[in-house]
């Protein structure tokens, strides 16, 4: 009698301000949690999906990320035959801008990969897990999909041949990650961005991107902080978040390095030099969403450089 | 009797193909040579001036690169009586996208310090380059006179600043420069500059040039190959560069790692993991243009670690 595994796949942070659409970083809390087990019947099932607060996610597995990730990685393993259901426990917002479909998506492969005990290595996994992330989004883009899996802050070079590189961590750096309960579709979030960038612009963004890669591998947090500094992205989308200049600057003030919008937004995250100043970056965030009533969900987290495992 | 010193400041490689008006790097060879002495005449005086190759250089101190780069840095140590001569030496073509004017700002400003003995650090001279600099280019970038007085391949974060970063070196990296002689002016390769990039090539331009911080932290030759890939740039200038994409190619063939244009052209950079490959690329290059009868002149030197020095 087979009781089924039970594995973790983290939220993460996309974009990082400066790295649009190639930046990512996992965090250690929140995330989803995917079960797996045997069953007699041959193929596979979504038994039971909770924590989806009020929103609806399918149980059609070809339409449910954590269901079509694991339904492709067990048709490349060719075990027609086998019977397996899933239970996906979503312990993390839907639409917040953390990564909450990457992170089913990428505990659907993982669950199977360790329910079979097939070993098959993460970075084979994650052709898979996007499969099922390219469901809820607009293109195949890794950025939240990888750090998920992988752990880590990961920078893509490129989408297409899965060219993407851990950057070395980089002790006690802690997030804080706010996410108003306030709903920016990824479509809008797009929308709004213009869809030239001026090339002083892009010279500002790209040098900061590079600083950024620098400053991981110096461990330098004051650079870490002057890199983040989204000269492209951040203008068009804040206007999108309530209150963002007033979240920002408070952070700042508190201590944090540097910040931006995570993914799409609503959420925001700071980064800052340990757990205590990230608690107290946390407070002053806090304060003034719940000044002007805005409901919230605040996270503190380290990063997070294990991405998804069998807990 | 003071006999007077002579410092050398190399030739350099801006933009570096994704890292426009960010990044450069040093050569080994060409470069410049700046003699100084003292003299009984107060005051700064450029004595003579070699190798203009049919261009014609000011003698006016105000007016010259060198000249006010040295003026300045005298300045700023309050000896207004000290009567200084200086000579300088070009013995790289001008003009060429390779640095010249950078180079004989950090052969002015090297020289004041090496005949006074004043120690002051190469970080607190950039300044009085890019005075000198600023003199000869549009704008006031690091991105010659940075690697020329420092040595290495270097990130600039911020100009205004100075924030910037020398990648850590790899073994063997080889370049190999190629310059057409026919003249672009900057002026010419800046207008020809379209003054908006998409939004999907600002993201490959940037995570290709965050991709080639990672591979000189690494070593990895092959990513370094892969990230000097510049979408924005070299599409646009490499119109005014004859046979630019045969004398790309024909490098590739050999087995370069990769490449583009130097500064604002017309030199062509190619990098390559050892000398033996770079000379080999050198000679595929030179054939392309000796077979259609343009004058050209070649380098093949390793990466300067150095900069700017006393010799």
């Given at each position: 009698m087979n009781p089924g595994i039970k594995v973790f796949a983290p939220a993460s942070v996309g974009n990082v301000g400066v790295g649009f659409d190639c930046l990512g970083f996992a965090l250690e809390k929140p995330g989803d949690e995917v079960f797996a087990k045997f069953t007699d019947k041959p193929g596979l099932t979504i038994k039971r999906i909770t924590g989806m607060r009020g929103k609806k996610l399918p149980y059609d597995v070809m339409k449910n990320t954590a269901g079509l990730s694991a339904y492709n990685f067990m048709q490349s393993l060719n075990e027609p035959k086998l019977g397996i259901e899933i239970e996906i426990h979503k312990k993390m917002p839907l639409?917040?801008?953390?990564g909450s479909s990457a992170a089913s998506a990428v505990g659907g492969v993982m669950a199977i990969n360790e329910l079979l005990g097939t070993r098959v290595e993460k970075r084979e996994l994650l052709k898979y897990a996007l499969d099922g992330e390219e469901l809820a989004s607009t293109g195949r883009n890794a950025d939240n999909v990888a750090p998920s899996l992988l752990g880590g802050m990961i920078l893509i070079r490129d989408n297409e041949t899965l060219d993407l590189h851990r950057l070395p961590h980089f002790n006690h750096l802690y997030a804080t990650v706010i996410y108003p309960k306030v709903e920016i579709l990824t479509k809008d979030a797009r929308n709004i961005l213009s869809e030239f960038v001026s090339l002083s612009k892009m010279i500002q963004q790209s040098a900061n991107l590079a600083s950024l890669v620098v400053a991981m591998y110096k461990g330098d947090e004051q650079l870490l902080g002057r890199s983040l500094?989204?000269?492209?992205?951040e203008p068009q989308r804040?206007?999108?978040?309530?209150?963002f200049d007033n979240v920002k600057k408070s952070a700042m003030k508190m201590g944090a390095l540097g910040g931006s919008i995570s993914g799409a937004g609503p959420s925001i995250f700071m980064l800052s030099k340990n757990s205590l100043i990230a608690e107290d970056v946390g407070e002053a965030m806090k304060k003034i969403y719940h000044d002007v009533g805005i409901a919230y969900e605040l996270f503190v987290s380290p990063i997070n450089h294990e991405g998804a495992i069998r807990c």
């Open positions: 639409g917040s801008g953390l500094n989204d000269v492209v992205i804040s206007k999108l978040i309530p209150h």
